[in-house]
């Protein structure tokens, strides 16, 4: 057996401008259950346009972590069924988007919900849970 | 008939089918509306310290931790009904707490200058029966308020409007993502890129004008051009456009001025939030965002996020989930403090909370008002028998508490 080098190099990563979206889908599954895999599948995604998927080197089911000053998670990548032109990616509203969120706000008491950058990188570990998401924060 | 609690257009035309006092199965709901009403599968418990305890139990620790804060706040209320918001804010008062709602980040913004009547407003029936242009502008109301554009908007055949969308109806998405919304727009998408709506908005003022606008000239006069031959237009103003001009909000009113034929409409997702910004608005003048102290004071720091992060030493949350909705980074302050949390359904928030007291479902297990998104008093109704408390007794009774 050979050797998986692969697993010893550090994936590329880029910088990614995110948008947050609300979902029907989402939606649903929230008022059923919030801590149900069904609410997991629809807000521990990132929807990118296909152009920037090839750029990066990522396929629909890969995960990757996004991370920036406020927090990290890791989550799926779908590619959108829109044509995208590129440039931004989308996620759900949810507190995996909200990890990434600011708290700063200016004052103003509205944080940045729509307006994130992150790193992206390729990682092979599992989507982050809502409960590693809370785990710091139990009483 | 009833009403549903999904969404702030408070459906009213929807039929439950009950057995063994369950709702078993709704009919007019969209896929939200129907979740919400068929309820949580994770219902919440009475606990004190994170072990479970009975109510009475949990409402007097409740009343303790209030009664010892020295700056207590008061937050959600968006998914309680007016009676339990009146009771709320007389509880603020007594306390003189800090009181904020989820519009602090939401439409809050918006919904104050409506009540200021900054910007001409209708009903949304008067947008079933009589508009011809609709522009969704940063609101995918598709997903968010599922039936936004076939009970009200689009697709209706209004008094004035026989013909429907087919030939009576232009609807407009001006949105950064083509949404479910913008898909049925079709031909009239605009896209914009992120923070890019006030340069759009001084476009379209210029266009309006008969200028030649700086972006994109072809489309923006193309777009005034029909915005001019309205005869009742919507403006439906969503999230999207309230995040990207929130240090600038009073754009919106001039170009609302140079739209004389149009109406500008919140797209509030939460079912009761205009109902409390009404009514907080009616004892302070301010929607959202005081202090009681003598009189009601109104800042930004009493705002959720701002006074999470700085001056309070006990939250009481009911019907939200800021543990979800708001920033990570803000989080840590809550585990600093305690939290008490009324919820028909175990949240992130309860959690963490030192204690939970559970509340019926409203509009399922226990009726009461609310408002509309376009400021329509509605009756929610009750379907089922429960022996759960409504937010307002528990409110009720903390007050006789304390």
């Known amino acids: 057996m050979g050797i998986d080098v692969g697993k010893y190099l550090k994936s590329p990563e880029y910088e990614i401008k995110i948008t947050t979206y609300r979902d029907i889908f989402q939606a649903e599954a929230l008022e059923c259950d919030r801590f ?41 990548v779908r590619e959108s069924k829109r044509d995208e032109p590129g440039g931004i990616a989308f996620m759900v509203n949810s507190p995996w988007s909200n990890a990434l969120v600011s708290d700063e706000t200016g004052g103003k008491g509205i944080p940045e919900f729509k307006n994130i950058t992150a790193r992206i990188s390729l990682v092979k570990d599992e989507a982050t849970t809502l409960e590693s998401l809370m785990g710091s924060f139990r009483k | 008939m009833v009403t549903c609690p999904g969404c702030a257009l408070l459906c009213d035309d929807i039929e439950v089918v009950v057995e063994n006092n369950r709702i078993k199965e709704t009919r007019n709901t969209c896929r939200r509306g129907a979740a919400r009403m068929k309820g949580c599968v994770n219902r919440l418990a009475p606990s004190v310290a994170q072990k479970p305890d009975d109510i009475e139990n949990a409402i007097k620790k409740a009343a303790a931790i209030l009664q010892n804060a020295k700056s207590p706040m008061l937050f959600g209320w968006s998914n309680s009904t007016c009676e339990a918001q009146l009771e709320g804010i007389q509880l603020a008062k007594k306390m003189s707490a800090i009181m904020d709602d989820t519009s602090s980040f939401c439409q809050g913004l918006l919904i104050e200058r409506i009540l200021q009547k900054k910007f001409r407003t209708c009903t949304l029936d008067d947008i079933r029966n009589k508009a011809d242009v ?11 308020q599922p039936r936004h554009l076939s009970r009200f908007s689009y697709f209706p055949r209004g008094e004035l409007r026989q013909r429907g969308y087919e030939e009576d109806r232009i609807a407009i998405a001006i949105d950064v993502r083509e949404s479910n919304t913008a898909k049925i727009c079709k031909g009239h998408f605009y896209r914009i890129p992120p923070k890019g709506d006030r340069e759009f908005i001084l476009a379209l003022m210029d266009a309006l004008s008969g200028k030649v606008p700086a972006y994109e000239p072809k489309k923006m006069l193309e777009l005034a051009a029909i915005l001019k031959k309205a005869e009742f237009g919507a403006i439906f103003v969503g999230l999207g456009l309230t995040y990207s001009i929130k240090d600038d909000f009073d ?3 001039p170009l609302a001025d140079k739209l004389p034929n149009f109406n500008i409409m919140p797209m509030v997702g939460h079912y009761n939030m205009r109902g409390f910004n009404e009514a907080l608005f009616k004892e302070t003048g301010f929607v959202n965002r005081v202090k009681f102290d003598g009189k009601a004071i109104h800042d930004s720091r009493y705002s959720i996020v701002e006074a999470l992060r700085k001056s309070i030493d006990a939250l009481l949350v009911v019907g939200s989930d800021p543990l979800s909705s708001l920033p990570r980074s803000v989080i840590p302050h809550l585990a600093n403090i305690p939290v008490i949390c009324i919820d028909p359904c175990v949240t992130l928030t309860s959690k963490i909370a030192a204690v939970t007291i559970p509340c019926a479902v409203s509009g399922v297990e226990t009726g009461g008002s609310t408002v509309r998104m376009d400021g329509k008093r509605v009756e929610l109704s009750k379907c089922i028998e429960s022996n759960y408390l409504n937010d307002k007794e528990i409110l009720a009774r903390l007050m006789e508490a304390l």
């Open chain 1, 36 to 76: 149900g895999a069904e609410y997991m599948k629809h807000s521990a995604c990132l929807v990118m346009s296909k152009n920037d998927m090839v750029k990066m080197g990522l396929k629909t089911g890969n995960r990757v972590k996004l991370a920036n000053n406020y927090g990290s998670v890791v989550v799926e």
């Open chain 2, 251 to 253: 754009i919106l009113i």
């Open chain 2, 134 to 144: 609709l522009v969704y502008w940063g609101s995918d109301a598709q997903d968010s």
